[in-house]
């Protein structure tokens, strides 16, 4: 067994990218329509690029056109740095809002079918919190392709990167970064489909793998969004960034997660518990459905914990009703067909004679690896790290802060994606032209551990309780007792799970080690995510601690947490950049310490 | 109300090692609302860790969990047990995977080699038009032009209709990929049209197709794919 975890042969390349999505091949493009004879490799874990989680987003990328009078890309960042609970940084929102249409321009010039206007331009519709003169009235700005938006930048992006002569490995994993005196040479990659090893030695390597969402139990994330590329970095002794800056959904539909959306509430849906009762004027008496986001997450869970839930026996989760038997049929046909098609789909629910089962489920990941505003990756002491970058999801520069605006997640993607790869083609200009040796040191032990451990665990079970205890005590509701508890429970996953045995010894197509390699990742996200969340005794954007409910300006600042081995936890911070506060020109006291109120 | 069936599944599997071809049956007591994914994975966590599938995102949008149940070629994590039962009247499923591409492992198949037909067909712009005026100008391209061929830029790549088609599986590059081509020749922005005429009237092309609309059939997106094809032999 030993042989067949070496190295089976060394490839050699200019760029290598960890993912495929949409960050990761609007980088690639952009590398090879500037550099044609650069050699680009993208690692995929799924079977081809077109199934990666990009191609699932629906609503829209937010965008300010020049040509529309009515809107401002110092709205867009004003909106995006409230929005984030003023914990965004300021020189990365400026960056990303401004070079917006262009990349929408990129887009359309090659081929995404965005949705039109009478006159054939652009449509455009309006999402929560996007507005004009700071706040004021609400505004058109997100451009959009239907409810298929992801998937209109995935298509052209993947046809963009194959018609340049881009290379993919899919079904492959980085399984070790190879780092050198504070440089990234490239990583070991365990490809499935051969069942082999393999090195690739790059000039430049730009991780690109995309969210965590699989920590929790109910999530609207792809299966393969385990938080791989974070446990990487912390393996490799760099830090992650606000992994506590978590966003969750109210009513994800159970047991799939799927996004029941907003629009439920706002046409009169009603939340209601197991005794039908319905329960938001205990929690918000005036505005009941229609309250915040993260306070109807939060009365929902409470209802859960208070044991008034419901247990769906299918999906072994517990969730509330919400009820749309009461809406006049015109409103289900015309405003919310596609959620009711939904329902019948995904639990077999007529929501015009049933009630349906919601709970909230996990969305999106703000924080991430640490980058600057151009990508290249930091250490604990915010020294860039030589030959690495970060895009996407994975990633954090951090133009979220604590809590991300709808549209504003794709849009990161293109824009950084560009910025990224204009850096690296910059530094592949000055430096010389072979990548460097670099040699493994830890992935082999890693992986014949996992095929020689023996035990009665089951992979599975460990799985479902670590996903099971970070929805009920780390996600829309945190207390201290409630996180301290999770620790502990986590560290004794992480011995059981060293009592799980893989039965199936050829390497090809493993999904037994993949899913076993995967669940140490998602031990280690789900930690620093825990350990962090414990750390800030505060409420701020996502983070809502039930103990300590108000946002606190001792705590403007970013988590760092490292941990080279799992347990080993340090804590660190970054500064919130404040730079279009400071630089004090017009509007810039929109840019101060404001409240996020709506 | 039943709440929980007692199934059979018969799953066509493969060692790659061995490279040997079995079926193995498993019992398993399913949720009437879980999804064949979610029985997969119970397969997986209670009964046998080693068998292998498929999928990723798990609701109708990417389309890596395609199979065959009872020989109709299907996303898995669209068909919940309760349905499955009502629609083919059993409670014994025979799954196998897409036969347009070589198996690796049990259900999984080389998706790329699969996907090596749409590449053919060039999916993106290869010369694509200027955009009007100066730098801050999109093409203007009308609804209605657009409403022409939008339907068939909704296609996944799931390859369901590539595997119910009757002609694809030697010379015919596919509903799938025919699809791909007809939106580029459809799209205003895409000047080079000679190419693109190549593809769809070549000996790969659409005139292999037999018109039996089985793609149109069995596409989870409910795409009418014969629909395009038959625009295509038209010439558009």
Redesign the interface.
């Known amino acids: 067994m030993s042989n067949a975890l070496s190295i089976r042969s060394t490839i050699h390349c200019d760029v290598l990218l960890i993912g495929a999505g949409g960050a990761a091949l609007r980088c690639g493009a952009e590398i090879l329509e500037q550099m044609p004879t650069a050699r680009v490799i993208a690692l995929t874990k799924?079977?081809?690029p077109?199934?990666?989680?990009t191609?699932?987003a629906q609503g829209g990328l937010a965008a300010v056109d020049?040509?529309d009078p009515m809107d401002a890309t110092i709205f867009h960042m004003f909106d995006t740095w409230k929005g984030s609970d003023c914990t965004a940084d300021q020189n990365v929102v400026k960056k990303i809002c401004e070079s917006a249409?262009?990349q929408?321009?990129w887009l359309?010039?090659?081929?995404m079918?965005?949705?039109?206007?009478?006159?054939?331009?652009?449509s455009k519709r309006t999402f929560g919190g996007h507005t004009r003169n700071f706040g004021e009235a609400s505004v058109y700005r997100a451009v959009f392709e239907?409810d298929?938006t992801g998937?209109?930048i995935m298509?052209?992006a993947?046809?963009?990167t194959?018609?340049r002569g881009i290379t993919?490995i899919?079904q492959a994993i980085a399984v070790e970064l190879l780092m050198e005196n504070g440089r990234c040479g490239g990583c070991v990659v365990f490809q499935q489909?051969d069942g082999e090893f393999v090195r690739i030695l790059a000039r430049a390597t730009v991780f690109a793998s995309g969210g965590s969402g699989q920590v929790f139990q109910v999530t609207t994330n792809?299966?393969?969004n385990t938080g791989d590329g974070l446990a990487l970095v912390l393996e490799s002794g760099l830090p992650v960034m606000d992994p506590e800056a978590v966003q969750f959904h109210p009513t994800g539909i159970v047991?799939?997660g799927?996004l029941a959306s907003e629009t439920l509430r706002s046409v009169g849906g009603i939340l209601r518990n197991q005794a039908q009762e319905p329960f938001m004027e205990k929690y918000a008496p005036k505005m009941k459905e229609l309250a915040p986001r993260d306070l109807v997450a939060r009365a929902i869970e409470t209802e859960i914990r208070e044991g008034r839930g419901i247990m769906n026996?299918?999906?072994n989760i517990e969730h509330v009703w919400i009820d749309l038997r009461h809406l006049p049929q015109e409103v289900h046909e015309k405003q919310i067909p596609e959620v009711t098609s939904?329902f019948k789909?995904?639990?077999?629910l007529d929501p015009r004679t049933q009630l349906c089962p919601v709970r909230p489920s996990n969305h999106y990941h703000m924080g991430g690896i640490p980058t600057t505003m151009y990508g290249e990756v930091q250490d604990k002491n915010q020294g860039v790290i030589e030959g690495l970058y970060a895009v996407g999801e994975c990633a954090a520069a951090s133009f979220h802060g604590f809590n991300r605006l709808g549209t504003n997640s794709i849009l990161e993607l293109i824009t950084m994606g560009k910025l990224v790869a204009d850096r690296v083609v910059e530094v592949l200009a000055q430096t010389p032209a072979a990548a460097s040796e670099m040699t493994s040191s830890h992935y082999r032990e890693k992986m014949s551990g996992y095929l020689e451990h023996g035990g009665s665990e089951?992979?599975?079970?460990i799985r479902?309780e670590l996903r099971a205890l970070m929805t009920e005590q780390v996600s829309v509701f945190r207390t201290k007792a409630g996180m301290t508890s999770a620790i502990t429970r986590l560290h004794e996953l992480n011995r059981r799970v060293t009592q799980t045995k893989?039965?199936?010894r050829?390497l090809?197509?493993n999904?037994?080690l993949v899913q076993r390699w995967e669940l140490d990742n998602l031990l280690a996200v789900a930690l620093a995510i825990a350990e962090a969340a414990l750390a800030r005794e505060e409420s701020r954007g996502a983070h809502f601690r039930d103990d300590f409910p108000e946002r606190k300006d001792e705590y403007n600042y970013h988590t760092l947490v490292s941990m080279d081995r799992f347990g080993e936890i340090e804590l660190g911070r970054r500064e919130v950049d404040m730079s279009v506060f400071e630089a004090g020109g017009e509007h810039h006291e929109q840019f101060s310490i404001i409240e996020r109120k709506y | 109300m039943i709440t929980t069936y007692q199934i059979t599944l018969k799953i066509h599997r493969y060692d790659p090692a061995l490279q040997k071809h079995w079926t193995q049956e498993y019992q398993v007591e399913a949720g009437r609302i879980m999804r064949f994914v979610d029985v997969l994975r119970k397969i997986n966590d209670e009964q046998d860790p080693t068998l292998a599938w498929g999928s990723s995102c798990e609701h109708g949008q990417c389309g890596t969990c395609s199979m065959k149940i009872n020989g109709k070629p299907l996303l898995s994590c669209e068909l919940l047990v309760e349905n499955a039962v009502d629609f083919f009247n059993t409670t014994t499923f025979e799954i196998e995977p897409l036969e347009v591409a070589p198996r690796i492992r049990d259900l999984i198949i080389d998706t790329e080699k699969a996907y090596e037909r749409v590449d053919r067909v060039k999916p993106y712009v290869i010369d694509p038009a200027p955009a009007d005026h100066d730098d801050v100008e999109e093409n203007q391209i009308s609804p209605e032009d657009l409403e022409r061929y939008v339907d068939a830029t909704r296609c996944i790549n799931c390859f369901c209709c590539s595997s119910a088609c009757i002609s694809s599986h030697r010379t015919f590059l596919g509903p799938n990929a025919m699809l791909a081509a007809v939106v580029r020749v459809m799209d205003p922005r895409e000047r080079e049209k000679q190419q693109r005429l190549d593809v769809l009237y070549n000996e790969n092309g659409v005139y292999r197709c037999h018109s039996s609309k089985a793609c149109s059939f069995v596409c989870p997106k409910e795409i009418d794919v014969a629909h395009f094809i038959a625009l295509a032999k038209e010439g558009l």
């Open positions: 799924v079977s081809h077109q199934k990666s989680h191609s699932t020049p040509k249409w262009e929408i321009l359309e010039n090659r081929g079918h965005f949705s039109r206007d009478q006159q054939g331009r652009l239907a298929r998937k209109g298509d052209t993947w046809g963009e194959l018609k993919f899919n489909k792809c299966r393969q047991g799939p799927i026996p299918d999906h939904f789909r995904y639990v077999n089951s992979l599975g079970q479902f893989i039965s199936c050829d090809k197509m999904q037994e």
